[in-house]
Protein backbone atom coordinates (compact mmCIF):
# COMPACT_ATOMS: atom_id res chain seq x y z
CA UNK A 1 0.00 0.00 0.00
CA UNK A 2 1.44 3.31 -1.27
CA UNK A 3 0.63 5.33 2.29
CA UNK A 4 1.99 2.74 4.40
CA UNK A 5 5.18 2.71 1.93
CA UNK A 6 4.95 7.07 2.31
CA UNK A 7 5.05 7.13 5.89
CA UNK A 8 8.10 4.55 6.63
CA UNK A 9 10.19 5.91 4.07
CA UNK A 10 9.74 9.32 5.52
CA UNK A 11 10.30 7.67 9.06
CA UNK A 12 12.93 5.93 7.97
CA UNK A 13 11.38 2.73 9.32
CA UNK A 14 11.74 0.49 6.58
CA UNK A 15 12.39 -2.49 8.63
CA UNK A 16 9.64 -4.25 10.92
CA UNK A 17 7.95 -7.34 12.83
CA UNK A 18 5.71 -8.00 10.34
CA UNK A 19 2.73 -9.87 12.61
CA UNK A 20 1.55 -12.35 10.57
CA UNK A 21 -1.51 -13.79 12.55
CA UNK A 22 -3.47 -12.36 15.59
CA UNK A 23 -4.09 -16.24 16.57
CA UNK A 24 -0.80 -17.41 16.78
CA UNK A 25 0.85 -14.51 18.17
CA UNK A 26 5.11 -13.91 18.38
CA UNK A 27 5.60 -17.53 16.44
CA UNK A 28 4.04 -16.11 13.63
CA UNK A 29 6.22 -12.31 13.75
CA UNK A 30 8.89 -12.14 10.94
CA UNK A 31 11.18 -9.54 10.25
CA UNK A 32 11.30 -7.83 7.30
CA UNK A 33 11.75 -5.30 5.27
CA UNK A 34 10.78 -3.05 2.19
CA UNK A 35 12.55 -1.97 -0.48
CA UNK A 36 11.15 0.23 -2.93
CA UNK A 37 7.59 -1.30 -3.35
CA UNK A 38 8.61 -4.61 -2.79
CA UNK A 39 8.30 -5.94 0.99
CA UNK A 40 11.08 -8.90 1.78
CA UNK A 41 13.40 -10.55 3.55
CA UNK A 42 17.41 -8.94 4.53
CA UNK A 43 19.78 -11.16 2.44
CA UNK A 44 20.59 -14.47 3.66
CA UNK A 45 17.03 -14.47 5.82
CA UNK A 46 14.78 -15.12 2.81
CA UNK A 47 13.32 -18.77 3.24
CA UNK A 48 11.15 -18.58 0.41
CA UNK A 49 10.84 -21.16 -2.29
CA UNK A 50 12.32 -18.08 -4.92
CA UNK A 51 15.03 -17.07 -3.38
CA UNK A 52 18.74 -18.71 -3.35
CA UNK A 53 19.65 -17.89 0.19
CA UNK A 54 21.69 -20.97 1.60
CA UNK A 55 19.09 -22.78 3.94
CA UNK A 56 20.76 -21.98 7.95
CA UNK A 57 22.68 -24.88 9.60
CA UNK A 58 21.86 -26.99 12.50
CA UNK A 59 25.31 -26.66 13.61
CA UNK A 60 25.53 -22.99 12.87
CA UNK A 61 25.98 -21.30 16.88
CA UNK A 62 22.88 -19.55 18.03
CA UNK A 63 25.67 -16.66 19.11
CA UNK A 64 26.54 -16.76 15.24
CA UNK A 65 22.73 -16.72 14.20
CA UNK A 66 22.14 -13.82 16.51
CA UNK A 67 24.82 -11.78 15.40
CA UNK A 68 23.34 -12.75 12.26
CA UNK A 69 20.09 -10.65 12.58
CA UNK A 70 21.13 -7.94 14.55
CA UNK A 71 23.18 -6.85 12.18
CA UNK A 72 19.88 -5.94 10.22
CA UNK A 73 18.00 -4.73 12.65
Do not use: H
Not at 19 to 47: H, M
Not at 48 to 72: A, G, H, Q
Request: hydrophobic share 40%; aromatic share 16%; with cysteine.
Amino acid sequence: DFQDYAIRNLTKTMEMIWKGSANLGEQSWLFTGILPRVYTAPSSFCFDYRCRDEPIKVSLSFETLLTNILMFA
